[in-house]
């Protein structure tokens, strides 16, 4: 069974920073992979599907990229809403794992 | 648009059965472009796959839950349910029912408020 790794697990991080969060997958498996913003006591939102593609009404500042093994979430100029814990699943139809989380905090 | 309630006990002895319900307004779950799934997360800890079931219910399962879920689906109402059996305090999470979009490359792109559950005596 192929696991998801995520790192770092915690991020502190200023307004207007720009940041990187990164997922690995124990195997290589193309490019199917989600990644989510949960904020506490709400439901996860979809950011991006397919590594890079940007679900709608999600705003540019977030940028997916990788295939295979690695990949990555990049959040330039955060803004105050943007602080929260973040997750990449690898999408397949048989399996829809998701990786540790990664909580971006205020520095 | 479309919209995921769960709904079921808030609380389940050890031991016990889980069961679950997921009504979907807003679309039908015979949709041959989406199917469904449970997502679960214990408290102050991350997301955990459960399982899926497919338009034509077909199910696929976290094989680290396989031997205790089992999802399924009620067309004529619009629903899908999940069963968790034998269960402990370490199933105590916030349960949650999710689309998952075949045109978005399988990921969860609508999801319920989710339901908390709490496993105790």
């Known amino acids: 069974d192929i696991q998801m790794t995520q790192s770092p697990s915690t991020l502190s991080a200023s307004v207007g920073d720009t940041v990187t969060i990164t997922c690995r997958a124990s195997q290589s498996f193309g490019d199917w992979l989600a990644w989510y913003q949960q904020k506490p006591g709400k439901a996860p939102q979809l950011l991006i599907y397919?590594?890079?593609t940007l679900e709608t009404g999600v705003p540019s500042r977030f940028r997916g990229s990788g295939s295979g093994t690695e990949f990555s979430l990049t959040i330039s100029s955060l803004q105050p809403d943007d602080f929260a814990t973040y997750y990449c699943?690898?999408?397949?139809?048989?399996?829809?794992?998701f990786g540790q989380g990664t909580k971006l905090e205020i520095k | 648009q479309l919209q995921l309630q769960e709904s079921g006990p808030g609380l389940v002895k050890p031991s016990e059965t889980l069961s679950l319900t997921c009504t979907v307004s807003g679309g039908s779950i015979s949709n041959t472009n989406y199917y469904w799934g449970w997502v679960r997360q214990p408290p102050g800890k991350g997301l955990e796959w459960i399982g899926s079931i497919y338009y034509d219910g077909r199910t696929y399962y976290n094989p680290s839950l396989k031997s205790r879920v089992t999802i399924s689906e009620d067309p004529p109402k619009n629903q899908f349910s999940l069963k968790l059996t034998s269960v402990t305090a370490a199933d105590t999470a916030v349960y949650s029912c999710a689309r998952v979009s075949g045109p978005r490359y399988y990921a969860m792109d609508v999801w319920g408020q989710g339901t908390t559950v709490i496993v105790s005596s």
């Open positions: 397919k590594a890079s």
């Open positions: 699943q690898r999408c397949h139809s048989s399996s829809l794992i």
